[in-house]
């Protein structure tokens, strides 16, 4: 870690005058160099085995985030939060056998940042995950962040988060998940002037009237009179 840290230190101060000569008012040096620092430590955080490290990696990107130290889709953060919301499903590390990185937690709190980081490459992520993850409570937190970011051109993201409920309605329904499914594809549709996508009625209209509870599928039937109105 100090290595690492010396190495950015020296890099920074080598970069610095060319990014001031251009950022006079907008960052200091000492802000420029405590970011830079930041997210060098943070990436470190996140490439080790340890899932506490991995989460404080989160937990100060959130802060980040909060503090608007970071701007929309920004691609550095994407990067980490892209890697951690694939932690034991799209990369894999196996120890004799054993799989070794399979953290739900760190790719459900990875997919919670991707939604208030926004942007299309967050977006492309979320959709990955929503189609490949194994655990409902991940894809129950990706298909609820796709619906914060609000993009859905092309009914792409309307269609990835319909055919998981439709998936899961038929192998066993999820109550969170299809909860989380109908609040992403009603902020869709306040983000896109309503819904053109039949999947999407489709998937709304089999929570309706699927095995699921009751407050469940009131927000189902809420949601359909909503649409109507579009």
């Known amino acids: 870690m100090k290595n690492i840290l010396t190495a950015v230190i020296i890099l920074l101060i080598a970069a610095a005058p060319a ?3 251009q950022n006079d008012d907008e960052i200091t040096v000492e802000e420029f160099y405590l970011q830079n620092i930041e997210m060098a430590i943070i990436k470190e955080q996140a490439s080790t085995l340890d899932r506490d490290s991995k989460l404080l990696a989160l937990k100060n ?3 980040m985030i909060d503090d608007g130290k970071v701007t929309s889709g920004d691609p550095e953060v994407h ?3 892209d890697y951690l919301a694939q932690e034991g499903i799209g ?7 054993r799989l070794v990185n399979n953290m739900p937690i760190v790719r459900k709190e990875a997919c919670a940042l991707l939604g208030e980081l926004g942007g299309e490459d967050a977006k492309n992520t979320l959709i990955d ?9 991940v894809i129950s937190e990706a298909v609820y962040a ?8 092309n009914n792409q993201v309307s269609q990835a988060i319909s055919s998981i409920v439709l998936t899961q309605n038929a192998l066993g329904p ?3 998940l299809a909860y989380s499914s109908l609040l992403a594809l009603e902020k869709l549709a306040a983000a896109n002037d309503g819904l053109s996508d039949p999947l ?5 209209i089999a929570i309706a009237q699927g095995s699921y509870i009751r407050p469940v599928k009131m927000k189902a039937n809420e949601l359909l009179n909503k649409l109507r109105k579009y």
Not at 131 to 136: F, G, M, V
């Open 19 to 21: 990014v001031f000569a």
């Open 61 to 63: 990107i959130e802060q």
């Open 79 to 81: 990067y980490i939060l």
């Open 91 to 97: 990369r894999e590390i196996s120890e004799s056998g």
């Open 129 to 137: 995950i929503t189609l490949k993850d194994n655990e409902p409570m």
């Open 146 to 153: 796709l619906g914060k970011i609000g993009i859905n051109k």
């Open 174 to 176: 999820d109550d969170n």
């Open 200 to 204: 999407a009625f489709q998937a709304i």
